[in-house]
């Protein structure tokens, strides 16, 4: 799966690409939002990437696919490091659309031969994702339900709607965009599961522990209806922003890192939680493949990564069970 792109604030700067090059890019996106079902986080990355590559083959001289040599798409993916200094994830994804978009190209007749076969397949995941300690994300839910030095001075019961977002996260592993977009119809306490709708739109369920329940609970008793306001109690979004709007991926984000330095942390964003979930479980001894199901991974090969980031669980079963050890 493509990693989802930066927003971008210069859309309107792109210069026009040659006929041969726009219609090209036009009809692959057309292909993969009608056929593909896929996010628009994901769109938005594959048209993202697939210009950036258009554009500089067409200062190249290049008017269409067919003219876009092996060489050309070396040479891109080369100054992406050196020239445009992007991290690995970036260039990664970046040959993960160029590859898509040539091998579309080639099975729809629009190029005679594929010139990203010769493209290298690099491995993912090379850097360990940050986790917080059990310890560290205890004292960030317990901090993030304090109203003080939280800038709500005027609506104190945020902090509640805070605890509830930072709890659902590590409960139950969800992405920034997945917590945004839970509908209050999606939530279901009597049994103990959320059903949340992730990448590609595909539908997964999963368990809300206690401790998250009691704060989702407290949110929709004390917060959740000043928020709403007259007029919009039966809005379907479960988290609501202090205007009484849903809330955006970007305000989890926000939220979740004033809420990490109003505790003294440090590298937190959303995402920093959900590997958080994934590492503890597998500390606790669950199954790999129970978590890839929880966090909605298309392939485990992705959730294998959390095997590598407890050194010390690592150490402890090789003392255990080493005849040596």
Known sequence: MIPQPEPSSTRALHPELPPGLSAALRAFLGFIRIECGLSANTLLAYQSDLRALFEDVAAQGVTGPPQITPRQLVRHVTDLKTAHRLDSSSIIRHQATIRVYFRWAAANRVI????????????????LPHVLSPRQMRHLLECSGMPEDSGYSQQPWLAHRDRALLELLYASGLRASEVAGLGLAEYHPTVGVVRVTGKGNKQRLVPVHQFAQAAVSTYLNECRARLAGAGTQHMGRLLLSRHGKPLERVAVWQIVKRRAMAAELTNVHPHTLRHSFATHLLIGGADLRAVQELLGHADIATTQIYTHVDRSRLKSVHKQFHPRG
């Open 112 to 127: 005679e031969t594929n010139p990203a076969d010769i493209l290298e397949r690099p491995t993912r995941w090379k850097k």
